[in-house]
């Protein structure tokens, strides 16, 4: 018996329900508290350097769930499907929160000395000799030099800003555009936003390593890996598609995404999900086994200063937290089809990633380089990066409610509207 189709429509009013302004108004209450909180940890710690690192994790992570929200936008309309009509709407307002980050990242570029050994150093040999540094970091910082300064670290990462916002303008633009045009055309639009992602994606994968090689793998100016844009590269599909299942099950709780998001389309993105999960932990594990099997000199401390000192158990907590979790939660069919329980986990993958950071980040500085350590300062690494999160979610949700979460001449309307048990 032929099902029949079209058994649902799409209902009239398109935006984004009323409880999003919930959101933005308790994010603001959140990152309040935290601000506060942060600037009271600062005072016991009687510095700012722990502020500023936890600064650094804040503002990759929302560096990544902007920037990361458009390279997946790039990646939808390049690959098609039905998910592209869940996440289109939430993935470009996630690229219109750009101008939060870049003021995010201007804290830090007023604070190169304050963070990076290279901007501290004007003279690698009058350091080496004064022993401030050794011999490795000091060849390391003249060597580097011609890439490693202020000038350049600044200049580069304007660069990079200009790029990614000129490529989200032109892709909300545009999107608007397409809203208001027939569902004719949908073959000519469909064409422009594949010309636009193709070398949109390319663009993006170089700036995005050069941002994460200055305002991260910079931090020590001796350790460099070849993968280590790539690392950052899928990091950020890794938060992004949690993030963004979070939205989208939350929205469904009404129209019009009760209707449009069905069980089998959640259970696609937990499966895509997934596979970034594994991605993930393989290009992990291949950077530490080459390196640890080379067992060069210049290139293993990089790694003991994260196991030693009792950075084991965090590289430990780590493996399970970023890994071994989500990966058994996500083999499990029934959760993925599950709101709640695909909700808690993907709330898991956002906080775990954070914890990979914290990981990336601290063990970089002369204080805690194998030698992991309790501090006023250290619980900077949480209410730092909630309060920028919470400030993020507040500018999110409002970019969220400014045009329909529904593209409603998208080809794939008329399959999502099928009834559950139907196939295509």
């Given amino acids: 018996m032929a099902h029949e189709t079209h058994a649902k429509t799409l209902p009239a009013d398109l935006s984004a329900p009323a409880f999003v302004d919930g959101w933005k108004t308790r994010a603001f209450v959140v990152g309040a508290v935290f601000s506060v909180l942060a600037a009271g940890l600062a005072a016991l710690d009687h510095s700012i350097d722990h502020l500023l690192r936890g600064w650094l994790l804040g503002l990759m992570l929302t560096f990544g769930f902007s920037v990361g929200g458009l390279a997946l936008l790039m990646v939808q309309y390049l690959s098609g499907g039905k998910w592209g009509l869940l996440l289109r709407r939430p993935l470009e307002a996630m690229s219109r929160t750009l101008p939060l980050v870049f003021v995010y990242w201007v804290v830090i570029a007023l604070s190169l000395k304050k963070l990076y050994l290279w901007a501290q150093i004007d003279d690698a040999a009058a350091a080496l000799k004064a022993g401030v540094i050794n011999e490795v970091q000091a ?31 032109r892709l909300n633009v545009l999107g608007l555009k397409r809203d208001a045009d027939s569902p004719a055309s949908t073959p000519v639009w ?22 994460a090689i200055y305002w991260v793998m910079s931090l020590d100016p001796t350790w460099y890996s070849s993968v280590y844009g790539l690392l950052f590269l899928v ?34 993105l ?26 060069l000199p210049e290139e293993i401390p990089w790694y ?11 590289i430990t907590l780590d493996f399970i937290f970023h890994w071994l979790i989500p990966f058994s939660l996500l083999l499990s069919r029934d959760l993925k089809r599950n709101k709640k329980r695909l909700i808690r986990v993907c709330q898991w993958m956002v906080f775990a990633k954070a914890f990979d950071l914290f990981w990336l980040i601290e063990p970089n500085f002369k204080d805690a380089a194998r030698n992991l350590h309790f501090s006023w300062g250290i619980l900077e690494y949480v209410a730092v990066p909630v309060a920028m999160v919470a400030f993020w979610v507040a500018y999110f949700s409002a970019q969220l409610k400014t045009r329909p979460l529904v593209q409603s001449n998208d080809p794939h309307v008329a399959e999502i509207l099928e009834p559950e048990h139907a196939h295509a």
């Avoid at 499966?271 to 067992?295: C, E, H, P």
């Avoid at 003991?304 to 965090?314: A, E, P, Q």
Wanted: glycine share 8%.
């Fill in 304 to 314: 003991l200063d994260r196991f030693r000192g009792g950075w084991g158990v965090i």
């Fill in 270 to 295: 937990g499966k895509f999900t997934f596979a970034f999960v594994m991605l993930n932990i393989y290009l992990a594990f291949s950077q530490f086994l080459i390196i640890w099997s080379g067992n």
């Fill in 235 to 268: 990091g950020q599909a890794y938060s992004v598609l949690a993030l963004s299942i979070i939205v989208s099950i939350s929205l469904s709780k009404a129209e019009p995404f009760k209707t449009i998001l069905r069980q089998t389309e959640q259970h696609d």
């Fill in 139 to 169: 060849h390391a910082i003249e060597f580097k030099r011609p890439m490693l300064n202020s000038t350049a670290f600044i200049v580069v990462s304007v660069i990079c800003f200009a790029i990614w916002g000129i490529y989200a303008w």
């Fill in 190 to 211: 469909i064409k422009r936003f594949e010309n636009i992602s193709g070398h949109g994606v390319l663009v993006y994968s170089i700036t995005m390593t050069a941002a």
